[in-house]
């Protein structure tokens, strides 16, 4: 039966008919040219990261695509699904995934739509090659996890943000490589590039932001002075005899960013500003100077970091110097730190 508003043909059973999205076409009950698509898809970016070296976890994406395009459907017609996607490659003479051995009860119609599923995703088009329904069910905790390794300095290759950063402890990341990674922790393959959209307003972003990441337009270089690109710079210039200072700049550029901030708690400042007593509650030196309402300058650092759902409260919470306060922050040291305040904080209560 064919649509002519649709790219395919749709695959007929004797159920109780529906009507075609785009036309008063009507369609049977069956699987629709999008779930076929999705499972068409999936199976394709398994295959492609088993021959790449990464087996991926095949259940761990069998739920991803029930809970999301394939939700009408359950996991042993979904099963069935594979099984077809691999009796059309081994009759187009190619590989197929192992674990999904091939299903000869294809019909024409089927077959012609997978096929044509199968060209568009080897075409190198990337809106063909999207799973963006794996980025989606990965969960925030893996995420979580993923950023926290990035920010440490796990190795993963990938490319660089242009235009956005994800913070996590106070690390800007590639909000991508977060995803690309937590895809690897929770399916034990990649997510890469091509395989999910980035920017605002996409369903990546929408996930980094509901596991408590901030994504924030990129600074330029120059306006991260902490950055490892700005350092290097500063190294560089290091290394030279200056005949007289720099000029510098009379008006230094400027960029507009938006960010997102949480709200705090003064009452849990309070609480950890007296505990401290003027000392940082770290190095446990005097507080370095005072307040213009003379109060000691102590900053309190939240140890497990609100953006990683971290508590407003005093058990999550100490009072530090500027010093330590910035090492907690950028320091080589700051898992350990972590660890450390996170233990005497809690024989202090």
């Known amino acids: 039966m064919l649509c002519n508003a649709c790219p395919v043909q749709f695959f007929t059973l004797p159920r109780q008919p529906k009507q075609c999205p785009a036309t008063d076409f009507p369609m049977a009950d069956d699987w629709t040219p999008e779930e076929l698509r999705a499972a068409t898809r999936a199976y394709l970016w398994m295959l492609r990261s088993a021959n790449a070296g ?14 999301g395009p394939l939700k009408e459907r359950n996991d042993q017609s979904l099963e069935f699904r594979f099984r077809n996607i691999s009796s059309v490659l081994d009759g187009m003479r ?38 963006t329904f794996l980025a989606a069910a990965i969960p925030p905790e893996t995420i979580r996890l993923a950023a926290s390794r990035l920010a440490q300095g796990e190795p ?85 005899e200056f005949a007289a200072p720099p000029v510098g700049q009379q008006k230094p550029k400027k960029v507009v960013t938006t960010t997102t901030a949480f ?15 003027g000392a940082c509650e770290h190095c446990g030196k005097p507080a370095p100077f005072f307040r213009k309402d003379g109060t000691p300058y102590l900053e309190v650092h939240h140890i497990e970091p ?25 320091g080589e040291n700051a898992p350990k730190l972590r660890d450390f305040l996170l233990t005497k904080i809690a024989a202090l209560l």
């Not at 709200?263 to 007593?277: C, I, L, M, T, W």
């Not at 609100?306 to 950028?330: F, I, K, M, S, Y």
């Open 54 to 67: 990464t087996m991926p976890n095949k259940a761990a994406v069998r739920r991803a695509l029930l809970a």
């Open 94 to 131: 190619r590989e197929w995934l192992k674990g999904y051995r091939p299903a000869r009860q294809v019909g024409a119609n089927v077959t012609k739509a997978i096929a044509s599923f199968i060209a568009d995703y080897e075409s190198n088009q990337r809106h063909h090659q999207r799973v």
């Open 156 to 240: 993963f290759p990938y490319a660089d943000s242009i235009a956005y950063d994800a913070i996590f402890e106070g690390k800007p990341l590639s909000p991508k490589a977060v995803i690309g990674y937590a895809g690897l922790l929770h399916y034990g393959a990649p997510l890469l590039s091509e395989d999910f959209a980035g920017g605002e307003e996409t369903k990546a972003f929408e996930k980094l932001r509901t596991s408590g990441i901030i994504v924030s337009p990129k600074l330029p270089k120059e306006a991260q002075p902490e950055s490892d690109e700005f350092r290097a710079e500063v190294r560089k210039r290091k290394q030279k």
């Open 263 to 277: 709200v705090r708690d003064p009452e849990v400042v309070a609480f950890v500003e007296k505990r401290a007593n």
């Open 306 to 330: 609100l953006a990683e759902q971290g508590t407003d409260t005093v058990e999550n919470a100490a009072a530090l110097c500027p010093n330590c306060h910035r090492e907690c922050h950028h």
